[in-house]
């Protein structure tokens, strides 16, 4: 089995079903959407393709308080400890407008939220407003201002499936987690593809660090010394992946059912 450039990336299953993606963020502890969190049963990781799926049991779930309207978090704690697999690791680097992100999902790849992907896929996309600061797209910025970012537009964004999915920054091992997925931007047109809003992961980090952890935990979110910050190259993922359209659909949360 490939697993491609992104192991630490996590399909949720609801049951049987699959509806939601999430990150590794250490070795017993899945980060993804508040919104994701109701009804989840299982994570599975390192592979490419649905059809290679190996589901790990989550025995713990914490959601951020009022998610709602504060920061659309929760996180997983796992049955065992994942071995193989690395952690990803969280900036707390406030990025630039403009700077260069990659969309991990396994969300829907089309602008009407319709065609559901049995791979994982990836797109690179353009942050726009990196303290969701502006008015119009739909940011919490009373209650969560300067803790959310807006990345995405042109058909390359994240849609159904791809909620609580990372953003990251960089290629390979050294890539950090830089944004969390959550929800559209405002607009009138289609779910898909105009672009997302992202809890920013400096505000994660901090509201992980107040969960109990085990001993293991204790140096998950501390960033290694940092490469460039918003550089990303245009490296394929690998055989079994495909560059794709991910894209936050517009207002809508995004569980795939």
């Not at 910025?141 to 995405?152: D, P, Q, S, T």
């Not at 505000?203 to 550089?231: K, Q």
């Amino acid at each position: 089995m490939d697993a491609g450039e992104w192991p630490d990336v996590a399909l949720i299953w609801f049951g049987e079903d699959p509806g939601c993606t999430g990150t590794l963020v250490a070795p017993d502890l899945v980060l993804t959407a508040g919104h994701c969190a109701r009804g989840a049963t299982h994570i599975s990781l390192d592979h490419t393709s649905i059809r290679d799926a190996k589901r790990r049991r989550i025995v713990e779930t914490h959601t951020h308080e009022r998610w709602g309207r504060t920061l659309d978090l929760a996180a997983f704690r796992l049955a065992e400890p994942v071995e193989g697999v690395r952690p990803r690791r969280l900036s707390r680097r406030e990025l630039a407008d403009d700077s260069t992100v990659t969309i991990v999902g396994w969300g829907a790849t089309d602008r009407q939220a319709r065609d559901e992907s049995r791979l994982l896929r990836e797109g690179d996309a353009t942050v726009w407003d990196h303290d969701c600061s502006e008015r119009g797209w739909g940011c919490n910025r009373r209650e969560a201002g300067g803790k959310e970012l807006v990345a995405g537009a042109d058909d390359i964004d994240s849609c159904d499936g791809d909620s609580g999915g990372p953003l990251y920054v960089g290629r390979g091992d050294r890539a950090l987690l830089v944004g969390i997925t959550s929800r559209g931007v405002n607009g009138m047109g289609p779910p898909c593809g105009d672009g997302g809003i992202y809890v920013r992961a400096d505000a994660a980090a901090d509201w992980l660090e107040s969960l109990p952890t085990r001993d293991d935990d204790a140096e998950t979110w501390e960033e290694p010394p940092p490469g460039p910050v918003g550089a990303c190259s245009s490296a394929p993922l690998g055989v079994a992946l495909v560059p794709s359209l991910l894209a936050l659909g517009a207002t809508a949360r995004r569980r795939r059912f």
